[in-house]
Every structure is written in structure tokens, then in C-alpha cells.
């Protein structure tokens, strides 16, 4: 017989180590999927790992002839700035990687007869506001708002949405006799930082890479320009998030996507709480324009109220707390500066 199990594809990525822990830790049936061989520790928690691609079919029809997956935690992608340099393989794995995933989860349902809640990590990337007067204009946006991403990432984002909205609504709406097994839930995802691991390849990177920088006691090169604001969240948070969106009834669920944030914040009010906590370390800046245009093109912040009412989202951490009870600490204790 089949094991019913949850599956997490990109786990060994930042939001994938946080994730696994919490969902090993309540005692859930772990597979994995990733380009990858997992880091032992987290190996360790898992009860099978399959190295490979999202893009890979044959690959997930293996998984399907084996396992009895009720969940389906899509974390596989390309981020934004990797993405611009090689397109059409960003696209394929971050679409065609979702639509892979989405049909398997349909055929899982359609095999063991109960709906697979699929879960995806959308971003803040799937706005793009065109100017820096409208982005100031704008405040706190809506998710049906400005939705013109800029990068690619951010139009895979967008589209992964409608594809997760039309398999759980409308899969193969022609035909008789079809029982939609999809029940597709995102997120939209601001800057997520870790105490844990540092991001690649993504844009809000300079968030995570100024903290692990100092506390490693290297000199790090901003980016962006100080007044540079979009919105963040600690991956505590936002592990915690998912798990949210993932238990509550559908009935609750008034839209497929929602915004999430914990606190918007400049880079210069990072920098400056940073070397509170490090007043040894050194921060400066060189602007990279073409990675500051997408930045300029992300919200300086979201409005979560739909979280918030739907289904309870509160996070943990303000910006204060963030840095005073989560990530200062932590990465002083990985980083042997305690
Ligand atoms: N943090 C991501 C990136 O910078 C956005 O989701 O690409």
C-alpha cells in the first residue's frame, strides 16, 4: 500500500530548511524533491529525498507509483535576478515546474480519491510599479493592484497563480465525469530573512547578506540605495504563514493568493540596526542600477488584510522584534559571537 505523505519540492532552499523542521517536528511523513542532495541534518528528517527536477516527469510519476501524497509544499524556483540572466530556462522550470507539479497533484487526488492542498510561494515580484512616483504614491497594495511585474520571476509568479486557481476552479471544465482534486493556496512573499541561511539569487537579497556579513565580521557592499523600501518578513513567520494557509478550511479562502508582511523597512534602517548590533562592521554602498530598477519597480509596502481576515495571519516578529529576539541573536550564536 502507499504511504500518504506531505511532499516539499526546492527543500533544500532557505524557505525548504525552515519548513522541513517544523513539519518534521509535528510529526509529518516527509518526501523531498530537489536538484540537490539534501544537507545530512535535514536529510535526517525526511523519509525519502529524490535529487532531480520539478521539470523531470518521469522523475514525478515515480514519486506518484510510490507515495499517497496529500500535500504538495512547491518551493521549487528560479529567484528574480537569476532568472534574468537565462529566461527560458527560468520560465521552464517555474512554470512548467508548477504545471508538472499541478497535474501530479491532480492524478494524486484522482488515485486515492480526497483533494491535495498544494501550497505556493508567490512574491511581492508579481507587482511592478512603473516609476518611483507611483511606488510612493501607491502605499500599501492591494493584490489585484499593479499586478505588471518587470522581471521574469515576477511573471512566472503571476502566472503559477492562475494556474494553481485554474486547477482548483476550472480543470478541464469541457469535460464529463472530472473531479478537480487541486485545492491550490499562495502567498505572496516579501523579503523573507533568515537567521539560518543566506538567499541566492534573488534581489531582496541584501536584507539577509548585510546581517550574515557582519556577524561574520566581513565588510558587505550594498546594493541598492539607502532609501530603497519594500516590505520583510522573517522566515519564521512566514514558514509559519504557510502552515496556516495550509490548515484552514477552504470555505474560509476568499481569493487564491494572498499578501503577506511583517514590516517595511529602508535598507539604511537596516543597515543602522545592524551596526547597533555590530559596531565594528562596515556597510557601504554601490548602487547596482539594473537590480535597483526592480527593486524600485516592488511595493514599499503590501496591504495583508485579506490574510488577516481570511484565515488569522499575525506574524511574530515587527521590525524592532525581528532584529531584537530573532536575528541578532541567532546569528550571533551561528556565527560564534555570542
Ligand atoms: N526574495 C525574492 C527575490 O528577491 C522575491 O520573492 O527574488
Request: charged fraction near 25%; include cysteine.
Amino acid at each position: 500500500m502507499r504511504k500518504p505523505v506531505t511532499i516539499v519540492t526546492g527543500a533544500g532552499g532557505e524557505i525548504g530548511h525552515e519548513l522541513i523542521a517544523r513539519l518534521a517536528s509535528s510529526g509529518s511523513v516527509l518526501v523531498t524533491l530537489d536538484v540537490m542532495p539534501l544537507d545530512p541534518r535535514l536529510a535526517r528528517r525526511v523519509s525519502r529525498q529524490f535529487v532531480g527536477s520539478v521539470t523531470d516527469t518521469s522523475l514525478l510519476e515515480r514519486v506518484l507509483a510510490e507515495f499517497e501524497v496529500d500535500r504538495v509544499f512547491h518551493l521549487a524556483a528560479r529567484l528574480s535576478t537569476r532568472s534574468e540572466f537565462t529566461p527560458a530556462t527560468a520560465h521552464h522550470v517555474n512554470v512548467e515546474g508548477t504545471l508538472n507539479l499541478l497535474e501530479f497533484a491532480q492524478r494524486q487526488g484522482e488515485s486515492h480519491g480526497r483533494p491535495v492542498l498544494f501550497v505556493y510561494p508567490s512574491s511581492v515580484a508579481a507587482y511592478g510599479l512603473a516609476d518611483p512616483a507611483t511606488k510612493a504614491r501607491a502605499g500599501c497594495v492591494r493584490e489585484d493592484e499593479y499586478t505588471h511585474p518587470v522581471t521574469l520571476y515576477g511573471c512566472n509568479k503571476l502566472s503559477c497563480e492562475q494556474l494553481g486557481r485554474y486547477y482548483t476552479r476550472h480543470y478541464k471544465q469541457l469535460s464529463a465525469d472530472v473531479t478537480r482534486r487541486v485545492d491550490f493556496r499562495a502567498v505572496r512573499f516579501p523579503g523573507l530573512v533568515s537567521a539560518e541561511t543566506v538567499p541566492s539569487g534573488g534581489t531582496s537579497d541584501y536584507a539577509s547578506e548585510m546581517i550574515h556579513a557582519a556577524a561574520r565580521g566581513e565588510s558587505y557592499v550594498c546594493f541598492v540605495r539607502p532609501d530603497t523600501t519594500v516590505p520583510f518578513m522573517t522566515m519564521p513567520d512566514g514558514v509559519e504563514a504557510l502552515l496556516k494557509l495550509a490548515s484552514v478550511p477552504r470555505a474560509c479562502l476568499t481569493r487564491t493568493e494572498y499578501n503577506l508582511r511583517a514590516f517595511s523597512a529602508s535598507a539604511a534602517e537596516i543597515r543602522a540596526v545592524v551596526l547597533r548590533a555590530f559596531p565594528e562592521a562596515t556597510i557601504t554602498y554601490a548602487v547596482d542600477e539594473k537590480r535597483q530598477a526592480i527593486v524600485d519597480s516592488w511595493p514599499a509596502d503590501v496591504d495583508d488584510s485579506a490574510a488577516r481576515t481570511d484565515w488569522g495571519f499575525e506574524p511574530m516578529y515587527d521590525f524592532q522584534s525581528a532584529f531584537r529576539d530573532y536575528l541578532i541573536p541567532a546569528v550571533r550564536r551561528r556565527y560564534g559571537r555570542d
